[in-house]
């Protein structure tokens, strides 16, 4: 494992300044206004741990209250082939849950993710990284990595998508603004629809603070540091896991529209945060 999760060396690759004369320096200040050293002493504190062992960890000393619902439907599928849809509430949390959740209860179980997670070695076994996200928001999520996706379920293995690509923002529904995914993403709908296998959709409850949604002015690279700040204040906080019932391959098939397909699985799994 890695000596930090963030080090120096990692840092001056992504921008010159750090690079200059006061470049270490300027890596300090950076790691401590960002939240960044508070994320490397949690993975310091269970890096000795891998895959979903250490999501596990990373949750209990969060003191993060796990509350699961419909988890059985889990135990139907395990060893069979499935595919777990998410709404990414989190950025974070949502990650690390789904993995410690699904990944000790399946074998096999990977999650497509952006960079920001993929970053985090001690769960690489569960993962298939995709390229870092752009700042056009309109944008799809990139296509790297849809081949080991594919080549994974054709193996007869478990896959999770979170399919909005982005982290959960203001949105717009009618008269009313919410927090909710953005549309989910059609490259990733239409890869669950050739899949031809069962879906089963999971919600997270909650999400992050107003001070996280507000960054959103200052650019997406600052709000992604936001995160981290985000992962410190989730300490001892409810976090609500709820599992919907399978979504068959022959009532997917229905949809010729790969966009009312994907609106379709976003209701799903947007209706289990209703469930009381």
Not at 244 to 262: H, N, Q, S, T, V
Request: include cysteine.
């Amino acid at each position: 494992m890695k000596d930090k999760l963030i080090s120096y060396d990692e840092i001056k690759k992504i921008h010159p300044i750090f690079r200059g004369k006061y470049g270490n320096n300027l890596f300090k200040l950076m790691m401590k206004i960002s939240g960044l050293n508070h994320v490397n002493e949690i993975y310091d504190k269970s890096k000795h741990l891998t895959g979903p062992a250490f999501c596990k960890d990373v949750l209990d000393k969060l003191e993060i209250q796990r509350i699961l619902r419909n988890e059985e439907v889990l135990d139907k599928y395990k060893e069979k082939p499935f595919i777990t849809v998410s709404n990414h509430a989190y950025g974070h949390i949502d990650g690390i849950a789904a993995i410690e959740v699904v990944g000790s209860r399946v074998k096999d179980y990977k999650m497509m993710v952006n960079f920001v997670l993929g970053m985090i070695d001690t769960m690489s076994e569960n993962f298939i990284v995709v390229n870092p996200f752009k700042s056009d928001k309109k944008r799809d999520v990139t296509l790297n990595g849809i081949k080991e996706c594919i080549d994974h379920i054709r193996q007869g293995h478990p896959l999770g998508f979170f399919p909005a690509g982005a982290i959960s923002d203001f949105t717009r529904k009618g008269f009313k603004i919410t927090i909710a995914d953005r549309k989910w993403q059609p490259s990733v709908v239409k890869l669950i629809k050739k899949a031809k296998v069962p879906v089963i959709p999971i919600h997270f409850s909650g999400g992050n603070s107003p001070r996280f949604y507000a960054l959103r002015l200052l650019g997406w690279q600052v709000r992604t540091l936001g995160l981290c700040h985000e992962l410190k204040n989730k300490k001892g906080k409810k976090l609500v896991i709820t599992f919907g019932d399978p979504i068959m391959p022959e009532e997917m098939a229905k949809y010729r529209d790969i966009e009312k397909l994907g609106e379709f699985l976003k209701s799903k799994t947007y209706a289990l945060g209703d469930v009381k």
